[in-house]
């Protein structure tokens, strides 16, 4: 079917797709319509990972990219797998890039952590499950892909051991329980 | 035994990333001095040698009686009874 103009504004012929990408952005659509799922990316780690620094550190293989639209925002998921002793302290945070997001306010020498206390209150054979869900505001234009990821930091450092996706103990056993990890990343137009 | 805790073993003060028990994918962190793969595999050999040499001693504890147990045994039986009664444990898992 040929594309036609009618007088009464209205345009018959068009085919599903026949519009160029791109032609329509979220700032067409009418107030109200949108918040529909842009892009997902997503990663999930499978191996252990220790971490015994005294200071802002990634988490390796816990990272995830995505290129988002202006305007658009981002909605994290973080779930992660974490075993350590009763003894120490650590804590870990959520990264947009460089910036840490989802985390408390500054207050004195008080880490400011996405999840912090980190430490088993069960036993050495023990691990728990830790999750975030936060909507973010990137502030990027499309053009640059952004990273988000994951970060430890074990405050008492050396002998204040954090272990990803396993127990302290790690026996060969039933109670030496391997787990999961993983990043989310969903752009949510506006 | 896990690579960090070779490294500890080695060295209580360094601070590394360890990703996927990897010995290639060790970071050092803090200025740590780097120990070399065959150091810490023999410190992993070292102590896995020093872990499985005290079986005996995580076995006997497992299964000696609670302490209030044995203060009871103690105060019906005496030391005679309560030494009797821990032999069992230590008889049925000797020093290897």
Known sequence: MALAFAGNGTITGLSVGGLPDGTVDADTLASG????????????KLDTFTYNTAAWGDVT????????????????????????????????RLMRDSTEICVGNADGSRPQTTWGGLYSSLSDNH???YSMTFLDTHGANGSTAVTYKLQFNSHDGT???MYLNRTLNDSNNNVGARG???????EIGA | MDICTAILAINPKA???????????????????????????????????????AKYQRDRKAEYPSIEDQLD???????????????????KYPKG
């Open chain 1, 33 to 44: 319509v949108g918040g529909k799922i842009l892009q997902v990316a997503s990663t999930v």
């Open chain 1, 61 to 92: 293989g816990m990272s995830v990219s995505l290129t988002p639209a202006s305007g658009t925002k981002v909605l994290v998921t973080c779930c992660f797998t974490y075993g350590t002793s009763s003894t120490y302290n650590a804590s870990a």
């Open chain 1, 127 to 129: 691990v728990h499950n």
């Open chain 1, 159 to 161: 002998a204040g051991v």
């Open chain 1, 180 to 186: 999961t990890s993983t990043i989310t990343v969903m």
């Open chain 2, 15 to 53: 601070q590394v990333s360890v990703n996927a028990e990897d010995y290639d994918q060790i970071t050092w962190h803090g200025g740590t001095a780097v120990i070399s793969k065959a150091d810490i595999q023999a410190k992993q050999a070292e102590l896995k040698t020093a872990y499985d040499s």
């Open chain 2, 73 to 91: 045994d103690l105060y019906h039986n005496g030391v005679d009874g309560w030494k009797a009664t821990i032999k069992v444990t230590k008889d």
